[in-house]
């Protein structure tokens, strides 16, 4: 199967064929990143522009540095200092780019759907870097990559998202992709914010944590963004560690094999305890180096590179 | 003719021919910006030093990217985080960068002659990214560029520019390069902004709007400041709007095959209306596109490139 | 002799061996610096992270571009958008640059020792670009290293460092890369920021300005941190000027060859009057030039380069 589409934008629109080709292409980068001399030449020559209108070090150097060992040139703009505060349209400021010849914009947007209104009109290629709550993408390739890679399938495995579901693009966006590869999706976290509307998705939902845990092959433990916090529908941090914190405790009802997964930065003793996020399970730091991989393989792939021709 | 300055601090003191060299230079760049490598190795080694002591993350992705495109090091200095910050001396920070092996350092500074007084000791090449209400010489050099592929010639075309001319850099350095290759200029804006005293340059001052577009090849539309907005010589934004800015009702006043122009970015419906920027007389985005193949000429030339030899 | 340490943590742990290691790289790579093409391979497809926790320019442009004369891909990251903002640990923060393949991490960061801690555990190599008020070993080696080659030598030498000696990591990186090649070292400055306890390390400690600055073949000037000056310490600026800056009639004391040296960005009228920081004794942009140089040694040799091979 060949890869046609010219944006990466969601996964709910993409069909298990199309992840898959992404997941495979990531495996063959993944072994570049492991070398001594990191760089490839099918980007050579083109332009890539980070677009982080919602501030992201994390996400932005991850892409900058897949860009970069694809030989591409990479220009970094953030919002801070951006005509966007001189009252210039988002429209405005993407076509501008364009007539610098960018060849790919990666864009991460506080508005949901900020990059499907480009891609209506865009010649560059736009690599969604998250959306407001509605999509990351290639935090839910890099996700999906690390279960399959270690588990040697997706189809079948018993997946549990904990957390801020309602408003979390990394569920989502795990959501479909693993729903697609054939997974069983299971959502847990205080009620207001794990909404049963989710079951429409095909997904379980409870807001039980024991009965999340015990049959999971893998927990994906959500970040609490304490530092923008909803007043009206979050607990406090204490009662949301008292709660469904994962603890040594409640460790015993995980099995024994289940992948402990977390898309970072960590918050050591708020959603999971520091010995657990060093511990056997995790896989914490894989989904970083994985991050990498399949950004490079989304970027090869949308830019017009074939899976079978990696190097 | 051979270019033989080592700055670019203005247009004012260019003559015709080093004008025609830049615009000539500009045009061989122009085609490499439009093909899948976009790469060329003459400053391959060399090392471009972006110091923007005042904001503009658009002029600075143009010249980073002609400076990348050129396979030249750049380095992103800003005011923000900088020595000069923590009272330092301009010349002193100049000299620092020459003392790092700078070959070329673009200047955006808010004082004007900043780049002018620093040109009398430095080892480094110069170029003028912007200095207060001075000049803007790659800006007026990529408007001319526009307007002669467009027209097939400047001389004897008629030009208005119209807004606040009286503190407008791009208003300034469009002049000089216009009146030198013989274009009739007139300028049109608030009494306040446009004075008289412009007439002694070879312009011609008008403050009715009507008699400025009825004979204009081209209007160059300046951006209204309004997040830096003069209060005391400035009428409200709303008041410019219904007195000065582009509208369809005022389009009839201009020739149909007239090119519009605007620096960017642009405030829809404020100076231009939407729709008039994106339609067909409209040549904003070409502006930018054509702004990066200026650019390169000037790093090209200031550097000692042979107007001949540009790959 | 051969480099054999992973990391450049500090000076102290050095031997005058390595120390002359890391000199004599240095001065092959000056010459790379003074070329048409400032370029050479040894770190092509190498990742080295700008990891500032406390902002520099100077000294982070420093590193960018040597990093990049060494054909490294350099990304940076500094703390005011970074993840450090969100509460995660600075262990954590290493540990996910080493997921993205980091190879070299240059750390500049308040607080002493935190490269020290680093490297307890880091598979990428650290590079302490300053911590706290502890060391600064490369500014110790490019002052070492412009001594030697202004000089000849540096055994035997009589070095006044002068200032705020208490709080200075430039002056303890000096001290031990000074004492170890065999200098005498006096430090001077107000008896509350010149502890005698620096006796103990083989220093002469003095009050008296006269008495430091009439043998002294090399004076180091510190910078007076006036933008975060500790109240409680320091005289006001004026009262520092007056009893210790350097100018024209206390050069007088100063040896007519002795170098007047300092690390930048300068006071002038302050800790140095303007005509001695750019006279004829002054080296302070050599030392700017020799810090390239330095660092593109630590970065080559940290990465495995032998020094007889430095392109």
């Given at each position: 199967?060949?890869?046609?589409r ?5 996964l ?6 199309e ?16 070398r ?11 332009t ?26 990479v220009?970094?703009f ?14 405005d400021?993407?076509?501008n ?7 790919i ?7 949901s759907?900020?990059p ?9 290629h ?15 390739l ?7 890679e ?6 079948g ?6 957390g801020?579901?309602l ?9 479909w ?11 847990c976290?205080p ?5 049963k ?8 939902v ?5 009965e ?27 009662e949301?560690?008292?709660?469904f914190?994962?603890?040594?405790a409640?460790m015993?009802?995980v099995?024994p094999?289940?992948?402990i997964?977390?898309?970072g930065?960590?918050?050591r003793?708020?959603?999971?305890e ?8 995790s896989?914490i730091?894989?989904?970083v180096?994985?991050g ?7 970027l ?10 990696t190097?």
């Amino acid at each position: 199967m060949t890869w046609t589409r010219r944006h990466l934008l969601d996964l709910q629109s993409l069909t298990a064929e199309e992840l898959t080709v992404i997941l495979d292409t990531a495996r063959s980068f993944k072994a570049i990143n492991g070398r001594s001399i990191k760089r490839v030449p099918p980007l050579r020559g083109k332009t890539v522009v980070n677009l982080f209108v919602e501030p992201s070090t994390r996400t932005r150097i991850s892409f900058e540095l897949a860009a970069v060992r694809l030989s591409a040139d990479v220009v970094n703009f953030s919002a801070e200092a951006s005509s966007l505060k001189k009252g210039e349209t988002l429209r405005d400021t993407i076509r501008n780019l364009e007539a610098l010849n960018a060849d790919i914009i990666i864009l991460r947007h506080s508005a949901s759907g900020a990059p499907h209104y480009l891609a209506r009109f865009a010649s560059a290629h736009i690599i969604n870097a998250g959306d407001g709550a509605h999509e990351h993408p290639t935090q839910g390739l890099l996700d999906t990559f690390t279960i399959r890679e270690r588990k040697g399938r997706v189809a079948g495995l018993n997946v549990t998202i904990l957390g801020d579901i309602l408003y979390s693009r990394v569920a989502r966006s795990n959501i479909w992709a693993l729903l697609k590869l054939g997974a069983k999706v299971t959502l847990c976290g205080p009620p207001t914010l794990v909404p049963k509307v989710f079951e429409q998705f095909g997904c379980r939902v409870t807001w039980n944590l024991e009965e999340a845990l015990r049959d999971a092959d893998v927990v994906n433990l959500l970040r609490i963004q304490h530092e923008r916090q909803r007043v009206t529908m979050f607990p406090s941090l204490g009662e949301y560690t008292a709660l469904f914190g994962l603890n040594q405790a409640r460790m015993k009802w995980v099995k024994p094999d289940a992948l402990i997964m977390h898309p970072g930065p960590i918050n050591r003793g708020v959603e999971i305890e520091g010995e657990i996020a060093d511990g056997p399970q995790s896989v914490i730091l894989e989904q970083v180096t994985n991050g990498l991989a399949v950004r490079m393989a989304v970027l090869f792939l949308v830019n017009g590179g074939k899976a079978t021709e990696t190097e």
